[in-house]
């Protein structure tokens, strides 16, 4: 059973360019978070997608958009880059059963994104 | 506003000796879960133990073990008879009462000594 996987591992843009990061869930779940973890920080939780809605929003400017497919499967793209987004930007899933917001998260690998 | 505190950036410990991570946090409600999760060098996250609010028992995982005290609000992870493969950087999580948001501490780095 595939764990959660992310795309690209590594990107390097520019500032003022757009991002695109995608994210498969673990089988069988159908939610996805995502956060951004700077570097010796912890991660902060940017946004969740249910039913391909946003369903939760953390503190961050709408620079930062998603989607969520049919599939279940997540992109999260970020606009007109700064140097401050550079980060590794980590995927959640988590399962429709269960105590619904205190669900165990699995994690992806993340993506590690640089801006110059 | 709900807040992770995780005091100790860095911590070391001799193989085979037992550790203890600090973690507190701040919320007015009274059912809530708790989460230690753990980041080793390769970056995927997995989760170590989990402690809901309500069960007196301190939960236990194998090696891993908390010490939950509610009043305090102190929720701190012991890891036993360390091994090498403990390290990482360890941080608790709090998701957020009535949403799906996860807060979590700056974490812990922990070295594993041989």
């Known amino acids: 059973d595939a764990g959660v996987t992310q795309s690209p591992t590594h990107l390097i843009k520019t500032r003022g360019q757009q991002v695109t990061l995608r994210c498969s869930p673990k089988s069988g779940h159908d939610t996805v978070s995502w956060y951004q973890q700077a570097l010796g920080q912890g991660p902060q939780f940017i946004f969740q997608?249910?039913?391909?809605?946003e369903r939760q929003r953390g503190n961050f400017p709408d620079r930062f958009s998603g989607h969520q497919f049919p599939n279940y499967s997540s992109e999260l793209n970020v606009n007109a880059l700064l140097l401050g987004d550079s980060a590794l930007y980590l995927c959640?899933?988590?399962?429709?059963w269960g105590p619904g917001p205190y669900n165990e998260q699995f994690f992806g690998p993340g993506t590690r994104l640089t801006v110059l | 506003a709900q807040t992770v505190t995780q005091s100790q950036p860095e911590m070391s410990v001799q193989e085979a000796e037992t550790v203890t991570l600090s973690c507190t946090y701040d919320t007015s409600e009274s059912d809530y879960y708790l989460f230690w999760y753990k980041q080793p060098p390769s970056r995927q996250m997995i989760l170590v133990i989990r402690q809901e609010a309500y069960k007196q028992q301190n939960a236990t995982e194998n090696r891993f073990s908390v010490n939950f005290q509610k009043a305090a609000k102190s929720f701190s992870l012991k890891i036993s008879d360390s091994q090498l493969g403990d390290a990482a950087m360890y941080f608790c999580?709090?998701?957020?009462?009535?949403?799906?948001?996860?807060?979590f501490g700056t974490g812990t780095r922990l070295k594993v000594l041989a």
């Open positions: 997608y249910y039913e391909e809605e």
């Open positions: 999580a709090f998701p957020t009462s009535g949403t799906y948001k996860y807060i």
């Open positions: 959640a899933s988590s399962s429709p």
